[in-house]
């Protein structure tokens, strides 16, 4: 079974703290679709592209999914691109993300 993730670093904005999430989707035969949030953790530090790299790569590897993971799908911040990238990872990125920064450009124009 293949195994595709979602990833990103969001920081909270009331403590100045951020984390990283990895998000782990599937299907089962039966076409019933699962997913399952595999980390949320504190992520100190610069978000350079090796940082996140070394994480994220760490998770992949807790979790086992190096031989099962089809694809990670990420948004288009030029870190996770590198990062991605880097560690060889096959990624593509979010096309919902794209529409939204495509929609908040036009509205402010």
């Known amino acids: 079974m293949n195994v595709s993730c979602t990833t990103d670093i969001r920081t909270a904005t009331n403590c100045n703290e951020s984390f990283v999430s990895l998000t782990a989707h599937w299907i089962y ?3 019933e679709f ?24 760490s998770l992949i ?3 086992n999914l190096g031989t099962k993971l089809h694809v990670t799908l990420r ?3 030029a870190n996770m691109i590198k990062e991605l990238n ?15 920064l495509a929609i908040e450009d036009s509205i402010k124009s």
């Not at 880097?86 to 939204?100: E, T």
């Open 29 to 31: 035969p039966e076409f």
């Open 34 to 57: 699962i997913h399952v949030v595999l980390n949320s953790s504190n992520f100190p530090g610069a978000h350079t592209g090796e940082a996140i790299a070394v994480k994220l790569t």
């Open 61 to 63: 590897d807790q979790w």
């Open 75 to 77: 948004d288009n911040a």
């Open 86 to 100: 880097d560690a060889g990872l096959l990624n593509v990125s979010c096309m919902i993300h794209s529409l939204q």
